[in-house]
């Protein structure tokens, strides 16, 4: 069943609604966060230890879509922020130059952000020496994929 409705006027309705991925404060502020990771400097906020482990079978088709990069361990705010600082270090279109559409991030398309392929682990917490961030674990940058040969 269809959620189109008719207004009452002869415009074309293409099932389309004027909302645009990635402009909400919400998402921004995420944005903002994850780039501040680069410039990560002591803050003395109380950071937990979160360790990140894939849970989902190595011939899920889920990892088709974005690589696994084993078990990482980060310094974050909270479970969901673990996600997104490991999201962080992952390369995303809005840093080459092959966006796939005007102002699309890939960063949201992350295996860590899915629960069905990683689960996120307290080790830690209150830690106020640590700075957010990666602290154990390699994350690949290959997670864009040519799609013109070199």
Same mark, same amino acid.
């Given at each position: 069943?269809?959620?189109?409705?008719?207004?009452?006027?002869?415009?074309?309705?293409?099932?389309?609604?004027?909302?645009?991925?990635?402009?909400s404060?919400e998402?921004?502020?995420?944005?903002?966060?994850?780039?501040?990771?680069?410039?990560?400097?002591?803050?003395?906020?109380?950071?937990?230890?979160?360790?990140l482990?894939?849970?989902?079978?190595?011939?899920?088709?889920?990892?088709?879509?974005?690589?696994?990069?084993?078990?990482?361990?980060?310094?974050?705010?909270?479970?969901?922020?673990?996600?997104?600082?490991?999201? &962080?270090r992952?390369?995303?279109?809005m840093?080459?130059?092959?966006?796939?559409?005007?102002?699309?991030?890939?960063?949201?398309?992350?295996?860590?952000?899915?629960?069905?392929?990683?689960?996120?682990?307290?080790?830690?917490?209150?830690?106020?020496?640590?700075?957010? &961030?990666?602290?154990?674990?390699?994350?690949?940058?290959?997670?864009?994929?040519?799609?013109?040969?070199?």
């Open positions: 069943m269809s959620n189109v409705s008719r207004t009452g006027n002869d415009e074309i309705n293409n099932a389309t609604n004027p909302n645009t991925f990635g402009r404060l998402s921004k502020a995420q944005m903002e966060d994850v780039a501040a990771e680069s410039a990560a400097r002591p803050t003395g906020e109380p950071l937990g230890v979160y360790r482990e894939p849970i989902a079978a190595s011939d899920d088709p889920r990892w088709a879509n974005s690589p696994n990069h084993g078990v990482v361990v980060v310094a974050a705010r909270t479970a969901g922020d673990a996600r997104i600082v490991a999201a &962080g992952e390369l995303d279109f840093e080459v130059d092959a966006a796939p559409a005007e102002d699309v991030t890939t960063t949201n398309a992350s295996s860590f952000r899915d629960d069905k392929l990683y689960t996120v682990v307290e080790i830690d917490r209150n830690r106020t020496d640590l700075v957010r &961030g990666v602290l154990e674990g390699e994350i690949s940058v290959d997670t864009i994929r040519p799609v013109q040969p070199d």
